[in-house]
């Protein structure tokens, strides 16, 4: 579903991403990870087709950076870690725009884009809060209604930029669980960034670790998440334990590691 060949980018004559190849399958769930600074948004960008690179990129079978805007909405929705909002809109008004690459000629919504509004409204719990101004609500709030309305894009591909900083535990749970049911009724194809580790290891079914725009490792939680290589490329001291068969990484002071 996401394929990329070489790909690489420069930002005001540096380079931020370097030769990155690797694919994500059908209904597959990768996650990159890495430390600040290690080109995860910026390849993100390149995929989602709003940042210039070379190299190939291939989204459901089309290059994201020559089809139109409203083919772009088909195949991919995107939750930014920090989005602008229109906080002025109701968050009925704002998850439904999430519709607006499947509106008629007439740019009318009709009864399927008010029903997958509807449900993309109650899947994140938001329906007490549709007629709220996006501006009157709490950070977690807004990353759900975000969340929202990338799902009722209902498009194949789900782009999540640090989906769950502004959620408290529970609603990080709860949204990611929600992703996971995606996949499984949709065949979603999820590529995302995240910085908990624990998390990431726990959802996604491939990680990428990228270290200063290079790909370093790429496979499965167990195979990433390994103590040496969270040391080498965050230069951070953690123990790497594990829980209900997933990776647990829990940071210990240096002089307590190992």
């Known amino acids: 579903m996401i394929e990329l060949e070489r790909v690489s980018v420069a930002l005001a004559g540096r380079p931020v991403l370097e030769e990155v190849t690797m694919r994500v399958e059908e209904g597959g769930w990768t996650t990159l990870i890495g430390a600040n600074g290690a080109g995860k948004t910026t390849l993100l960008r390149a995929v989602a087709g709003v940042l210039a690179c070379d190299g190939s990129v291939a989204v459901a079978g089309r290059d994201p950076r020559r089809v139109p805007v409203t083919q772009r909405a088909r195949d991919v929705a995107i939750v930014w870690q920090s989005p602008l909002l229109p906080l002025e809109m109701s968050v009925h008004e704002y998850v439904m725009l999430g519709r607006t690459a499947h509106l008629g000629m007439l740019g009318r919504a009709g009864a399927g884009d008010a029903r997958a509004t509807a449900g993309a409204l109650r899947r994140l719990d938001l329906g007490a809060l549709a007629g709220r101004r996006l501006g009157a609500l709490s950070g977690g709030e807004r990353q759900r209604a975000t969340l929202a309305r990338a799902l009722a894009q209902e498009a ?3 782009i999540l930029d640090e989906p769950t ?11 990611l669980e929600l992703v996971g ?4 009724e949709r065949r979603l194809t999820v590529l995302g960034a995240m910085h908990d580790l624990t998390l990431a290891g726990q959802y996604a079914d491939r990680l990428a670790l990228l270290d200063r725009g290079r790909l370093v490792r790429h496979g499965p939680p167990g195979e990433v998440l390994r103590r040496e290589l969270i040391r080498r490329h965050y230069r951070a001291h953690v123990e790497v334990t594990e829980a209900h068969g997933a990776p647990v990484v829990l940071p210990v002071r240096p002089g307590a590691a190992a």
Request: net charge negative.
């Open 156 to 158: 194949p591909v789900l």
């Open 165 to 175: 900083t502004a959620l408290d535990v529970g609603r990080q749970q709860e949204a």
């Open 181 to 184: 049911q995606l996949r499984e």
